[in-house]
């Protein structure tokens, strides 16, 4: 079986998210005013919280744009390129950057929830470094390879 045929679902996942993504985060400033009724406290903080959430947006609309990026070599079955290593130490360090806007976001008011959140993006951050490094080593040995033949 292609790769086309078994990742067809985790694209349009993928698709859905990023598009979904960009409509949730263009809305915030009315999204937030209406949830404002069910959570007074975000109200009370509206600026921050728009700004916050804002940046928080636009930063997993990015890591997205990376691991979108990612996938479509998937599809063409040519992972282990150098792109895929960039875009794995860009999502790194997104995702570290999300962690502490999440603690930022923390200051303004704080919930169980997003130290769930922080450590995720910590831990997040942590594997695409990591995952990298093994895409770094895998492309230069693809490249050996490819010169010995």
Request: aromatic share 16%; net charge neutral; glycine share 6%.
């Amino acid at each position: 079986m292609s790769g086309k045929g078994k990742t067809g679902y985790e694209k349009y996942l993928l698709d859905f998210m990023f598009y979904s993504g960009i409509a949730v985060t263009l809305t915030l400033p009315f999204s937030i005013k209406k949830i404002g009724e069910l959570f007074p406290y975000m109200v009370e903080h509206y600026e921050e919280t728009v700004i916050i959430y804002f940046v928080l947006g636009v930063s997993a609309l990015v890591l997205l744009r990376e691991l979108r990026r990612i996938f479509r070599t998937v599809l063409e079955e040519n992972c282990f390129v150098q792109e895929n290593v960039a875009s794995l130490n860009k999502m790194g360090s997104w995702s570290f950057f999300i962690a502490l806007m999440s603690a930022v976001r923390s200051i303004v008011y704080m919930t169980i929830a997003m130290w769930v959140v922080i450590c995720v993006f910590i831990i997040a951050g942590l594997f695409s470094k990591v995952l990298a490094y093994v895409f770094e080593q895998a492309v230069q040995y693809k490249e050996e390879n490819d010169l010995t033949v």
